[in-house]
């Protein structure tokens, strides 16, 4: 057993065994190599990856190959998720060397952390025109051993290139109108008319950008902006990227047309597409949005909740296909065979109502369950009771892997979703299930000067600083769940960590993000990336919660901070909206105001009070924060001076510093917030 035995993340765990000396990221890994005069192997990559479990079983578990790593190299195991910032540095040197980059990512480094030979997936032979494993770490340590200065000397460019880079040159001011309008047009000439989403295969649940459409939407009135997150929201949940008897959304779908997805399930997909459904059923009162939204919710908190209240990280592409191999989608594929197995005279109508054919859509005659009938009636009844037999005999199948660490980040986004699912859908429960999330960040994430761990795992704290992502996104998450319960401990605690957010992740000079603090480790560069792509960037959810906080508050240093951080969206929204989604549906919140809702009344079980919270709740302008408690409580400061309106409760809406008269029913107050 390697030094990884002791650590928490699962995915390091999974290599404890491994016959290589494996180290983890740390100072005394990099004293070892420079005591012994050896170069480091950075191998990373994730619990839920699948080439990087064919990798660790070619290579990393063969005695052969071990033995050469451990006499010639110092190797080094990293979670991508656990340190996203190790990650993102060398990465973007991968990218930058080779033009593409992915995971499991291999890095050859000096003793000084400086890399010098990059690559991803290596197999145990040459094939496809790449090198064996085995011949890179040859090669790697014949020049190692032989020609050092040269190593040297690409090491050194590689690091003064790297440093010479300018990510991102911000706009000194937020985006207006004509931006967020060209960040729109180049929405369309993206979008695929045909099927939904944007660009070719493989292709990704766009939530971010969805956030977006629906926001402009809300704003402008534009239909082409709410007609392309109906469409998307439509053919992503009729497809075989959604689990249609579990409910949730696999990582991407490998074609254009939804239908075979990578079946890995992530939490930050599955928490920001059940917010987006839940949004897209408060714009449109669809039927099938409202399905999706409580069935992802349903599987966040059946298959992801950890027994401490917390949410997993993901679940595993790959598992027992029934013979003791793993095999990606073993879990959730189906034959006719097997559907006439569990339904008997009911399989003919299964195979026409999911798509299963003869043939297959996946693999081995294997089909991808979807809903490709888009005429016809079919019996709900009957359909109700296919799809729970179906999801009983799946059930009793060999279950992915689950990788249980609660990383902080994603958490914050699914507290979000929860709050919000379970309110506007009358689910006690959800709301239930995101506070006991939010209270897992604050004992077990939240120290006593306010700084947050990455993660944590069976309740026990990681060892990394959080990173400015999960300093925005949990806040956002005890922004929403603020607005949702009415309770307000938890815009005190966003409070805190916006301020960390100010003091140690912002460039005074310039307004711009970081994505580690100014007193985290020393990496070869400092990461800082604005781009939203699986999950919003640090930099963007940290402005939409500095915003939201800053419309709750009045504070002007956080709205200020917000602003000047949304330049970087003036920059990149017209030239790359889909990868600034959620930086454009924050810009189309501080273009709105926010709007502030403030909601009094005489207790929490008023039933006058709860209609007025939740109107509020479910008014669709961009951002709007939502305050509600007693005349004389203290809880938000939205409600210093409220008062009720001849004795019953009131709601009174802010904009731009500017307040409306108070409103006592539900449809004037509906009428404010469109």
């Not at 075979?260 to 449109?284: G, I, Q, S």
């Not at 300093?471 to 005190?492: C, K, N, Q, R």
């Not at 007693?630 to 009720?644: C, I, M, N, S, V």
């Amino acid at each position: 057993m390697n030094r990884l035995a002791h650590e928490t993340s699962p995915y390091l765990l999974q290599h404890a065994d491994n016959p290589v000396d494996w180290w983890p990221w740390s100072a005394e890994a990099f004293a070892e190599a420079r005591r012994t005069n050896r170069p480091v192997l950075l191998s990373v990559g994730y619990s839920s990856c699948h080439w990087c479990h064919v990798m660790a079983h070619e290579s990393f578990e063969d005695e052969v190959t071990a033995g050469y790593l451990n006499e010639h190299f110092v190797s080094v195991k990293v979670d991508r998720e656990e340190r996203p910032d190790v990650d993102a540095v060398y990465m973007e040197a991968v990218q930058a060397a080779t033009g593409h980059g992915g995971w499991p990512m291999t890095v050859f480094l000096t003793p000084d952390a400086e890399p010098f030979y990059f690559g991803t997936y290596y197999p145990p032979a040459p094939r496809h025109g790449m090198p064996s494993f085995r011949q890179v770490l040859e090669g790697v340590q014949q020049a190692w051993t032989t020609r050092r200065d040269e190593v040297g000397e690409v090491a050194g460019k590689i690091v003064r290139d790297l440093a010479q880079r300018e990510i991102v040159r911000q706009a000194a001011e937020a985006p207006g109108e004509q931006e967020l309008a060209q960040a729109l047009l180049g929405l369309t000439r993206e979008y695929d008319p045909q099927r939904g989403g944007f660009g070719g295969a493989p292709k990704f649940p766009p939530s971010m950008v969805l956030e977006f459409l629906l926001r402009h939407h809300a704003r402008t009135g534009a239909e082409g902006a709410l007609q392309m997150a109906v469409d998307t929201g439509e053919r992503m949940a009729r497809g075989g990227i959604y689990d249609q008897l579990g409910g949730g959304f696999a990582r991407y779908s490998v074609d254009r047309d939804w239908v075979v997805p990578h079946f890995e399930k992530m939490l930050y997909d599955n928490a920001l597409l059940c917010r987006v459904y839940a949004h897209l059923w408060r714009a449109t009162g669809s039927d099938l949005a409202r399905r999706v939204a409580l069935e992802t919710a349903d599987f966040l908190v059946r298959e992801l909740r950890t027994p401490e209240g917390g949410f997993a990280s993901a679940l595993d592409a790959d598992s027992d296909d029934g013979t003791g191999r793993h095999v990606e989608g073993a879990y959730y594929v189906w034959t006719p065979a097997q559907l006439r197995d569990v339904l008997g005279d009911d399989a003919e109508l299964a195979a026409q109502y999911f798509g299963v054919t003869e043939e297959g859509t996946f693999e081995h005659g294997q089909s991808v369950l979807r809903l490709p009938q888009t005429k016809g009636v079919f019996d709900a009844e009957k359909i109700a009771s296919v799809r729970r037999r179906l999801f009983d005999a799946r059930a009793r199948r060999p279950a992915p892997g689950r990788d249980d660490k609660v990383v902080a980040a994603w958490n914050g986004l699914a507290v979000a979703a929860l709050a919000e699912t379970g309110a506007y859908f009358g689910r006690p429960d959800l709301v239930e299930a995101a506070l006991g999330a939010a209270d897992l960040l604050v004992r077990v994430h939240l120290d006593e000067h306010a700084r947050l761990a990455r993660t944590s795992k069976d309740g026990r704290v990681g060892p990394n600083a959080g990173v400015l992502e999960d300093y925005g996104d949990v806040a956002e998450g005890f922004l929403a769940l603020a607005s949702v319960t009415g309770e307000g401990v938890w815009l005190d605690f966003a409070g805190l960590l916006l301020d960390q957010v100010l003091a140690r992740f912002t460039d005074p000079e310039t307004g711009a993000l970081f994505d580690t603090a100014s007193d985290a480790e020393r990496l070869i560069r400092r990461p800082q990336d604005p781009t939203d792509n699986a999950a919003p960037s640090g930099w963007t959810a940290a402005a939409g919660a500095l915003l939201g906080y800053a419309a709750h508050t009045g504070s002007e240093a956080h709205r200020v901070a917000a602003e000047r951080a949304l330049g970087v969206v003036k920059t990149l929204g017209p030239r790359v909206p889909r990868f600034i989604g959620w930086g454009l549906a924050v810009a189309e919140a501080l273009l709105d105001g926010p709007r502030e809702v403030a909601v009094v009344g005489p207790g929490p079980d008023d039933e006058r009070t709860a209609a007025l919270h939740r109107t509020a709740l479910l008014g669709a302008a961009p951002g709007a924060v939502v305050a509600c408690g007693t005349p004389d409580g203290d809880e938000f400061p939205l409600l210093a001076g409220r008062t009720l309106i001849d004795g019953a409760p009131a709601a009174y809406v802010c904009r731009g510093f500017v307040c409306d008269l108070p409103v006592t029913g539900p449809e004037a107050l509906r009428a404010k917030l469109v």
